[in-house]
T-cell receptor, first 114, second 116 residues
Framework: EAQVTQNPRYLITVTGKKLTVTCSQN?????MSWYRQDPGLGLRQIYY???????DKGDVPEGYKVSRKEKRNFPLILESPSPNQTSLYFC?????????????FGQGTRLTVV | AQKITQTQPGMFVQEKEAVTLDCTYD???????LFWYKQPSSGEMIFLIY??????QNATEGRYSLNFQKARKSANLVISASQLGDSAMYFC?????????????FGIGTKLQVIP
């Protein structure tokens, strides 16, 4: 089954404790992206990757890191989480194309930083 | 300027009626794609419809159609014959830079409630 898998689904952590949210896709997609969703703000792109070892900042990259060592995986790293990073996070993947490339989304990770 | 503007925080529609959700966009890139996603209360993101900037005809997918007015930079979603299951948040999104680096911007969403 084609899917994007995020782990964990729920996480409560303390300020400053490094964490990683994993994202894996099984569709051989080149493009992967992380978003955060906050009430009243919609989804905002954090980082995206066009392919292995190619990443770029989205609109809200501060406080986050990513890496793309393999095509299927695109982990999101919070080196020193703060309460303002409490949010719902989505990973998405899609093929690279000039045409219709709907994004396949993971189920989301609800992160609370206390 | 906002790249994607959805001006309707909430909408009500009677079951079986049609409803239009507004979306305007702003880009200087000639190559872009416009998407609509649905997010039910369960939280998953569901792709509904896509319109490319060079597409001559408005996109349609079942009960969903996209009213694309390029000169006005609008990409409104039309849902015909609304059903109770259409109650959800709806997000308009734009993907720019189709020939190179591709950034994606979402609107803040419209919450649609279908009334029996």
């Amino acid at each position: 089954e084609a899917q994007v898998t995020q782990n964990p689904r729920y996480l409560i952590t303390v300020t400053g404790k490094k964490l990683t949210v994993t994202c894996s896709q099984n569709m051989n997609h080149e493009y992967m992206s992380w978003y955060r969703q906050d009430p009243g703000l919609g989804l905002r792109q954090i980082y995206y990757s066009m392919n292995v070892e190619v990443t770029d900042k989205g609109d809200v990259p501060e406080g986050y890191k990513v890496s793309r060592k393999e095509k299927r995986n695109f982990p999101l790293i919070l080196e020193s989480p703060s309460p303002n990073q409490t949010s719902l996070y989505f990973c998405a993947s899609s093929p690279i194309s000039a045409g219709n490339t709907e994004a396949f989304f993971g189920q989301g990770t609800r992160l609370t930083v206390v | 300027a906002q790249k994607i503007t959805q001006t309707q925080p909430g909408m009500f529609v009677q079951e079986k009626e049609a409803v239009t959700l507004d979306c305007t966009y702003d880009t200087s890139d000639p190559s872009y794609g416009l998407f609509w996603y649905k997010q039910p209360s369960s939280g998953e993101m569901i792709f509904l419809i896509y319109q490319g900037s060079y597409d001559q005809q408005n996109a349609t997918e079942g009960r969903y159609s996209l009213n694309f007015q390029k000169a006005r930079k609008s990409a409104n979603l039309v849902i015909s014959a609304s059903q109770l299951g259409d109650s959800a948040m709806y997000f308009c999104a734009m993907r720019e830079g189709l020939e190179g680096y591709q950034k994606v911007t979402f609107g803040i969403g419209t919450k649609l409630q279908v009334i029996p």
